[in-house]
């Protein structure tokens, strides 16, 4: 679906990218993560062929993105985290829209806005940020495109419009279809994707499934304290301390996406060497 290799990206003087190598695949949601300013929505663009690798090669459903072609267009949408819509209704928005998207399905359409609550006779300036941001992420979703970009699509969302958010992107996902999430608010994406990407200043300091998260690390509150003190990470809470640390006994934990994404960023190197040991043995 997506093949990244040895990408540098620079913007005039600042690097952003230098030599970053990533593999996707249909049918997952994946999760990037990473403080504002680190990458995210500069990889999105490059996936999505609105910018232009300086060297090193992007490859999407087997086009150049910034070649632009139309069968690449057409099966591509994103979901960006700035936008602007034109003072129009809803439907005058679908009919100068949804045309270049030949799998567009109206019905979907009108379900998902259902789902939100949008009220379809309004203009879409009328609306308020987080309204129209529903109406885009319904658009995207009703296009059925291949591959579904979407750069911070939580921010401006109420607490229970993520949750409907989480719900309808849960139920589009299918084999054929891969859904690229970044974020910073890692929260949002708890119980939704299923392989987890972090980015800090330009670089890949993670790369993992949900599964193998869950396999090799445990999250928990902790009131022992050698366990406390040979943890990957540890934070006070009110319960104790909460830790991730690894799962040497093969607990069953939830998964806190925060707790795993404080880990990486602060203590990365300890982080991955759990998942090269635990590959070395499998060796």
Same mark, same amino acid.
């Given at each position: 679906?997506?093949?990244?290799?040895?990408?540098?990206?620079?913007?005039?003087?600042?690097?952003?990218?230098?030599?970053?190598?990533?593999?996707?695949?249909?049918?997952?949601?994946?999760?990037?993560?990473?403080?504002?300013?680190?990458?995210?929505?500069?990889?999105?663009?490059?996936?999505?062929?609105?910018?232009?690798?300086?060297?090193?090669?992007?490859?999407?459903?087997?086009?150049?993105?910034?070649?632009?072609?139309?069968?690449?267009?057409?099966?591509?949408?994103?979901?960006?985290?700035?936008?602007?819509?034109?003072?129009?209704?809803?439907?005058?928005?679908?009919?100068?829209?949804?045309? %270049?998207?030949?799998? *567009? +399905?109206? !019905?979907?359409? /009108?379900?998902? $806005?259902?789902?939100?609550?949008?009220? =379809?006779?309004?203009?879409?300036?009328?609306?308020?940020?987080?309204?129209?941001?529903?109406?885009?992420?319904?658009?995207?979703?009703?296009?059925?495109?291949?591959?579904?970009?979407?750069?911070?699509?939580?921010?401006?969302?109420?607490?229970?419009?993520?949750?409907?958010?989480?719900?309808?992107?849960?139920?589009?996902?299918?084999?054929?279809?891969?859904?690229?999430?970044?974020?910073?608010?890692?929260?949002?994406?708890?119980?939704?994707?299923?392989?987890?990407?972090?980015?800090?200043?330009?670089?890949?300091?993670?790369?993992?499934?949900?599964?193998?998260?869950?396999?090799?690390?445990? %999250?928990?509150?902790? *009131? +022992?304290? !050698?366990?406390? /003190?040979?943890? $990957?990470?540890?934070?006070?809470?009110? =319960?104790?301390?909460?830790?991730?640390?690894?799962?040497?006994?093969?607990?069953?934990?939830?998964?806190?996406?925060?707790?795993?994404?404080?880990?990486?960023?602060?203590?990365?190197?300890?982080?991955?060497?759990?998942?090269?040991?635990?590959?070395?043995?499998?060796?």
């Amino acid at each position: 679906m997506i093949n990244i290799q040895n990408l540098h990206f620079s913007y005039k003087k600042r690097k952003v990218f230098n030599g970053l190598s990533l593999s996707l695949k249909a049918g997952h949601i994946y999760g990037l993560l990473g403080k504002n300013g680190t990458g995210k929505s500069t990889l999105l663009r490059n996936m999505g062929g609105l910018l232009f690798p300086d060297q090193g090669s992007v490859s999407v459903l087997g086009f150049e993105p910034g070649k632009r072609q139309p069968a690449f267009l057409q099966n591509v949408f994103m979901v960006a985290e700035e936008f602007y819509l034109p003072d129009v209704t809803v439907q005058k928005f679908v009919k100068l829209n949804a045309s %270049f998207y030949p799998n *567009f +399905n109206q !019905e979907q359409f /009108r379900q998902y $806005l259902n789902e939100f609550e949008i009220p =379809q006779e309004n203009t879409l300036q009328s609306m308020s940020y987080g309204q129209k941001k529903k109406v885009l992420i319904s658009f995207g979703l009703a296009c059925n495109t291949a591959l579904l970009l979407m750069d911070e699509p939580t921010n401006g969302l109420d607490i229970m419009s993520k949750s409907k958010f989480r719900k309808v992107i849960a139920g589009a996902i299918n084999d054929q279809k891969c859904i690229v999430i970044s974020t910073h608010q890692v929260k949002d994406l708890e119980s939704l994707i299923d392989r987890i990407t972090i980015i800090d200043e330009g670089q890949i300091l993670f790369d993992q499934t949900i599964e193998a998260i869950n396999r090799q690390l445990q %999250f928990k509150i902790s *009131f +022992n304290h !050698e366990e406390v /003190r040979e943890a $990957l990470y540890k934070e006070p809470s009110l =319960q104790g301390t909460a830790i991730v640390a690894a799962n040497t006994e093969g607990d069953d934990t939830k998964l806190d996406l925060e707790l795993l994404y404080k880990a990486v960023v602060l203590n990365g190197e300890s982080v991955r060497a759990v998942f090269n040991n635990q590959y070395i043995e499998q060796l």
